[in-house]
């Protein structure tokens, strides 16, 4: 079986739980024998090699008819394509304009490594370069042969709809968030009408959890019929070392919030969850990791309620900064408003750190032994936190039980629902 | 000739509130009256009231030959009497038949008897009290919270001066015997002990409504073919349920109300079968088996142990704390902190925090009122900590 996917971030190339997500289940599901193509939007100067995806230096961008092919596994089961492209997969009309800018200006900062940037013409606005994706995307699909297409979200929607002209396949359409978990009432119609026209048109849709399926079926009017849940699982099963008791047992207990600084993330809920903490029990700190349009107000929320002591902002974080940040962190905060997934509450279990998860999430189908908030409930929020710092007998439950569960949640699992509905659209 | 034993645990726990850290010392109100009140209307309008009127038709139809026996909690009792009176009164009727059972417990429904025999006396006193002021009878049968049983609490039981005791045919005490015969205590001989039947029982409680079970449906007339087959071997069949098996747990549309009327004429018409309730029981003291239980069962889950409520760190955790007040709570001598405390003891609190098979959904979570037992635990530890800064040094 052939799989031709498009998707818009590889490890490390990323901000977020789609790139993970899309690792571990391409991981999975070339153990299993699926040969999978992966299509990607890169900015081919800032790829590097790392130990599981190997990335080759693509065509200079003036020759860009399409793309590169470039193994992403050692199996060569696997190969990557870079659609040489600036989309990332968390951008917004108006984000995706300041980044116009600024590769124009060949800063890069936000990208964080040292890469070169070069003026590329790319698409005049994020519409016009997901068209200019789709393009480069049909011409791929018409050299190269595969069964089926599956794609995720909604960037993808206009590449996989154009390789399923070209080629005839069918096309699954993988649903990793929505439009308004990511921006509230503010939504991007422009987004919302290419997510729906994408569903519509889909021949499946791979829903991320039951929650997200419900929000497919409300606000998109798809028949339930056409949506199977896979949920995510987490990459390997090799549980990291605990933290000897000791490292973190001092007087001082940190508190960790970790995601894009952003709305749909709710860090405004955690800060005044933490001001009901810190009346309480002076020796928290509250470790804010993440970038996103809402952090300098977040910055400035905490100094105008005089807690600022209390609160370190770390910026965006990757790779073993993340492992640190959990191995030094009691608990872990997720009080999304909406999240259609939720992969890194997985992680923090991974290296023992309990978790408090909004209910308005779909990570909480799985992660059972958890404790659940509603968002905007600061203070059954800040209860649980206390409860958490406070009561050991609590803390050493959560870990040994929601450890128990991970192990049940590996994607080999999901990589075989996956392929189930593969053989379904193939048939 | 067989006995049949048909006995019923009849409870409802006063199930508490979400009680944040935000809400110590500005209130002490831990009991969820809003829930207990709508719990204890929903069960006695679909299983207490109709079933006691089923029974009192049958015990009024077969005059002596269809008896059955009862223990109903104090945290019952206590709740019955403030908002469903007519409830209690129903139970008197069918105990004003004379063909009725009433046992005690421990007032409370509590573990006291794991862990304070002082106080696990007070309240078996106080239930055995109630008992006899409602219903005239002073019990000479226990049956300790849950069925929970070894030989220390047999003792304690026998001293009290009960003659037979309920527990669990747990497996691992049955030692190549079976439940079917009347057995005595090894730590006290002069106590009968009579041991429920799990599979008959469940069958009835657990599997009675289970379509993908192969002996779907279960009639009146097939489960009396099954306890005649026990025949002549058996002296006993003890089949010990929660009466909200009927109406609540097996609502009436699976058809267990026509079951249960259907049961005692089925059962009858087997020559070799008749319905006793524990007292009738009585041991053959040359050959009756010594049952010897060093490790505390219970009738709970699989496992039949105490996990259900003193598995997990947390449990016990609550449990110390409860039990540690035990002292101050007395040498207050204030009659309310001793009911909150007492209230606070019972068994079901504990079992909420139990995390076993919370992940699966499975029998705790159906008769869970929290999300998660983790969410039990802070609220029950937030109530003690407000308890505990009301209490004198």
Known sequence: MKVLMFGWEFPPHMSGGLGTACLGMTRALVEDQVEVLFVMPGQPALLHQDRFVRFIAPEPPTARKHTETVPLDEKTTMRGVFVDSPLNPYQTASGYRNRQQTIKTGILSDLGTSGVASFVPYGSDLFSEVDRYARAAASLAGRETFDVIHSHDWMTVAAAIRAREVSGKRWIFHVHSLEPDRSGDGINRGIFDMERYGLTAADHIIAVSNYTRRRIIEYYGIPPEKITVVHNGVIGHDMPEEVAESGKAGQEKNVLFLGRITFQKGPDYFIEAAAEVLKRLPNVTFLMAGSGDMMTGMIEKVAEMGIGKHFHFTGFLRGEEVERIFRMSDLYVMPSISEPFGISPLEATRYGVPVILSRQSGVAEILHHCLLVDFWDVRDMADKMMALLCRKPLVQELKARAREELLRAGWKGAARKIEAVYTKMIN | ?393
């Open chain 2, 1 to 393: 000739m067989p006995s049949i034993c048909l006995f019923f645990q009849v409870h409802q726990p006063r199930r508490l509130r979400r009680y944040t850290i935000f809400d110590i010392d500005r209130h002490h109100d831990y009991d969820h009256e809003q829930l207990n009140t709508q719990v204890l209307r929903k069960v006695s309008e679909k299983c207490y009231l109709p079933v006691n009127q089923l029974l009192l038709d049958l015990l009024r139809r077969y005059e002596g030959d269809f008896r059955i026996s009862f223990s109903l909690t104090g945290t019952l009792i206590d709740q019955l009497e403030i908002r469903e009176q007519e409830v209690l009164e129903s139970f008197q009727r069918l105990n004003e038949t004379g063909y009725v059972e009433w046992l005690n417990e421990t007032y409370d429904h509590s573990l006291a008897s794991l862990y304070s025999p002082g106080e696990f006396r007070e309240q078996v006193y106080r239930h055995r009290a109630k008992i006899e002021a409602l219903f005239g009878q002073k019990a000479v049968t226990f049956c300790n919270t849950e069925m929970i049983y070894d030989n220390d609490i047999a003792q304690a039981a026998g001293e009290l001066g009960y003659q037979v005791m309920l527990t669990e045919g747990a497996d691992q005490v049955l030692a190549g015997w079976n439940s079917h015969v009347v057995w005595r205590s090894v730590s006290r001989p002069d106590l009968t002990v009579l041991l429920r039947d799990y599979r008959l029982s469940d069958d009835i409680s657990f599997r009675f409504s289970a379509t993908d079970w192969f002996e779907y449906p279960l009639t009146a007339k097939k489960y009396a073919r099954w306890l005649n087959q026990h025949g002549g071997s058996a002296e006993v069949i003890n089949l010990f349920m929660d009466y909200e098996t009927f109406g609540e747990h097996q609502w009436r549309e699976t058809g267990i109300f026509d079951f249960l009327r259907e049961l005692p004429e089925e059962i009858l018409k087997c020559p070799d079968l008749g319905f006793r309730t524990p007292s009738q029981i009585i041991p053959d003291p040359s050959s009756a088996p010594m049952l010897d239980v060093k490790e505390t069962i219970s009738w709970a889950d699989s496992e039949r142990d105490l996990t259900a409520w003193t598995g997990n760190g947390m449990q016990r955790d609550a449990l110390q704390s409860l039990y540690q007040m035990e002292e101050r709570v007395k040498k207050s001598g204030d009659e309310d902190v001793l009911r909150t405390w007492r209230m606070l003891q019972t068994s079901d609190h504990f079992y909420y925090m139990c995390t076993k098979w919370f992940a699966d959904g499975d029998v705790h979570t159906y008769f869970n009122p929290w999300e998660s037992p983790y969410d039990a635990y802070i609220s029950y530890m937030n109530i003690l900590d407000d308890f505990d800064r009301n209490l004198p040094k």
